[in-house]
């Protein structure tokens, strides 16, 4: 299908190394988020891009995350220094237009990570 | 500091039987709030919407309350199905930014 796919599946990381997670999305959508989903505790945005920019918009303070637009269809997070707490399940999700709730975001299947 | 909660992690209901999953929100700008499934490998779904304007959506066997006042919103599964057996997770967003908070999920289990 072309739904949206993110890779790799799973990620074991030392701490204080530096990951890169890929996100392939749906062809002609505009908006990619990142998301993190900690184990009960919910999620949070971590960036989000608009049509071809490059450089993400980070929605965190910290400046370990990042994430780039290659592609159009295309978003790598990176996640430098990582941390214990880093250890979480980061989806992707694109729409066809940002900023409308209305335009429902679609899902990959998230990339767990763990840091050791 | 979590905006939007989901106090019970787990629900268990006789097929046939109504499901209710619960949600509380924080944050007075969420405007729009949503539902979505998730199953095990699988990223989430959407399954229905709700806009603050409204107290109530329908669609088939889902529905959606919102209570403003208590910032509290709902949704039942008539009949459940052993097939909507998954992590439900509700959302809120304020229109004016498209970026999702979701709750910690609930995990329905609905038995044959």
């Known amino acids: 299908g072309a739904g949206v796919s993110q890779s790799p599946r799973y990620k074991v990381a030392k701490r204080g190394r530096d990951v890169a997670l890929r996100c392939d999305s749906i062809?002609?959508?505009?908006?990619l988020y990142w998301y993190r989903q900690t184990l009960g505790q919910g999620s949070e945005v971590l960036t989000y891009?608009?049509?071809?920019?490059?450089?993400?918009k980070s929605g965190r303070p910290s400046g370990r995350f990042s994430a780039e637009r290659p592609e159009r269809s295309v978003s790598t997070l990176k996640i430098q220094r990582t941390e214990q707490g880093d250890s979480a399940v980061y989806l992707c999700?694109?729409?066809?237009?940002?900023?409308?709730?209305?335009?429902?975001?679609?899902f990959g299947p998230g990339t767990r990570l763990t840091v050791l | 500091d979590q905006q939007v909660k989901q106090n019970s992690p787990s629900l268990s209901v006789q097929e046939g039987r109504i499901s209710i999953l619960n949600c509380d929100y924080t944050n007075s700008m969420f405007d729009y709030f949503l539902w979505y499934k998730k199953y095990p490998a699988e990223g989430p779904t959407f399954l229905i919407s709700i806009s603050s304007i409204k107290d109530k959506n329908e669609d088939g066997r889902f529905t959606v309350f919102l209570n403003k006042s208590a910032k509290h919103l709902s949704l039942h599964i008539v009949p459940s199905q052993p097939g909507d057996s998954a992590v439900y997770f509700c959302a809120a967003i304020p229109t004016s930014y498209g970026k999702l908070t979701f709750g910690q999920g609930t995990i329905l289990t609905v038995h044959p």
């Open positions: 062809s002609g959508h505009v908006t």
């Open positions: 891009s608009q049509s071809d920019a490059q450089r993400d």
């Open positions: 999700a694109s729409s066809l237009i940002g900023g409308n709730p209305y335009n429902e975001q679609f």
